[in-house]
Every structure is written in structure tokens, then in C-alpha cells.
């Protein structure tokens, strides 16, 4: 028997955005320092597993994404990112990311994972645009993954960076986890579907008329924790829910409990989150439904679909 990975089959890109979508990911890794490419050899898809293991503050002999994991998922068709420090010789990761390609009648990336150990130079973004230069390559046209929706910086970079939108909230969709990162917490996550065509940051300010709005709930610190006017809505979370959850891990559940609950009454509404303030207020605004892009999209085997998943605390 002939083995035939889904990378073999064929698919049609959108050239132009692809293009662009490429331009914009060299540019992204000029920026932050460093190089990113795609990784299938045992040692670089080990690095990366020592890697993610760190990033969650796991032991490297369990980490998150095992080596034949990872293996697995990049012989089925999907990719493992790496970025590299370009200044530095080292082979070790300073960014990965990992994504697999979704139903064949889609046209949508799912990723599993996007982490960076220094944000503030921009390899997280670097990442991210790689990931969607390889997509749209392949003739995706979204990407999806899952967040924590207490992690501000997270949010702010998936929702006005990158200008996703959280699309669905899921509660505890993991169950209990046991990593350096989420312990004693419910793994609550928002999915980020992010349009790769338009691939564009959010210009708007999210702050804008929020001054003015009525209080409705509030937090468990005794401040406000959520406000609507007649079409917005807006929710605050904790400045660092990573150090909550280890100096009091009772007040961060009850972060997560409040915060649920503004959530998913809102979601039932019709609201959905796409926009977070630099000091920590979600914006939430009535769902617009997507119109599809003018190009051809109906489904063939030709034509698979992508998704993404990224639960980085650092990306």
C-alpha cells in the first residue's frame, strides 16, 4: 500500500492573498528578530516539544505536544512552526506554533497551539503570520483556535492585532488541567475565528464610549465587571490572572465564575467579543454575520479546510 499524507493532494490558493499574506510574515519575522519556518526532522520537532513543555512549566519527559505527537500531525498534513533567534546560532525555539488542516468541505486551519518566550519583540505575531502564509497557501481562508478568556494580553493580541473575533464561549471545555499555568482553575476558553483574507488589525478603539455606560455587574474586587449602552457591552477582567491563580486561587475561580456568567448571557444575546482595551475591558457588539469572500468556495476534496487552537499564556 501506497502511504499518501494530505499534503500530496492537491489544493487551489487564492494567490494574491497568499502573497501578501507572505510579504506580511517575512516582515513580521524582520521585525521581531527572527526566522520562522516549518519544521519535520526529529531533532527540530523535539526542540519544539522541550519547548511547549517549558512554556507550560511541564517536565520536558511529558510535554504538552509530544514528539510523535507532533510527528503525527505534520505527517496527516498539518505544519510545526518554529521561530528562531536570527542573531543567534542555536537551534532552540524562541516561538513554535502547530496547525492541522479541519474538514475538507471548509476552507478553515485549526491550531493547536501558538506560543512565543518574547512577545515584546513581536514573535508571537511573526508566528502567527507564518501560519497564515502557510494556510492560505494551501487554500485556507479562516483559522480558529481556543484562549483563555481571563488572559488580557492574549486577547488583545488575538482580537486586536491579529483582528479575530471570538466566535463561540466554551465553559471548562478541557476539564480540570495540571500544568504550571492553569492549575486549581476551569479551563473556560473563547474560540478565535480569524479571517485570513483580510488578515487585518482592528483600528477602532475599544475604550470609545465606555466612559458613559451603565454598570450592570460587578467584580469580585468590588469594582465594575461589565457595562452595555443600547449596543455595546463591555467586560473587565483580572490585569493578570496567571499570578492570581498563585497568590489566591479562590479569588481567581471567582474571577472565572463572574466572568462566565457575563459571557455566556451575552453570547445568548447575540454579542460576541471583538475588541480588548489595553487595560483589560473586553468589547463585545452584536453579532454580523460573515459574508463569504468573492472567490470560489464550494467545496471539493481539493479544497480542504484549515483550524487553529492557541493556548499560550506568553504568545
Known sequence: MTSVTISDLG???????AAEAEAVASA???????????????????AVADFLADVWQLPRATPPYPTEVLHSLVHAGGAVHAAYAADQRSERP????VAVFGPPAERAVYSFVAAATASDRGVGYAVKQAQ????????????RWTFDPLVSRNARFNLVKLGAVGAEYLVDLYGPMSDGVNDGDESDRLTADWDLVTGTARAADPAEGRADATVFRHAPDGGPLAL??????WCRVPEDIVALRAADPALALRWRHAVREVFTDAYGEGFRATAMSRDGWYLLTPHTPHTPHTVDTSPTPDTPALEATSEDPRT
Request: glycine share 8%.
Open 94 to 97: 524562541v516561538g513554535a506554533s
Open 28 to 46: 513580521a519575522a524582520r521585525t521581531a528578530g527572527v526566522t520562522v519556518r516549518t519544521v519535520d526532522d526529529v531533532a527540530g520537532i523535539r
Open 228 to 233: 452595555r449602552d443600547d449596543r455595546r457591552l
Open 11 to 17: 489544493r487551489t490558493p487564492d494567490e494574491a492573498p
Open 132 to 143: 497564515r502564509a502557510w494556510a492560505l497557501e494551501r487554500g485556507a481562508h479562516t483559522m
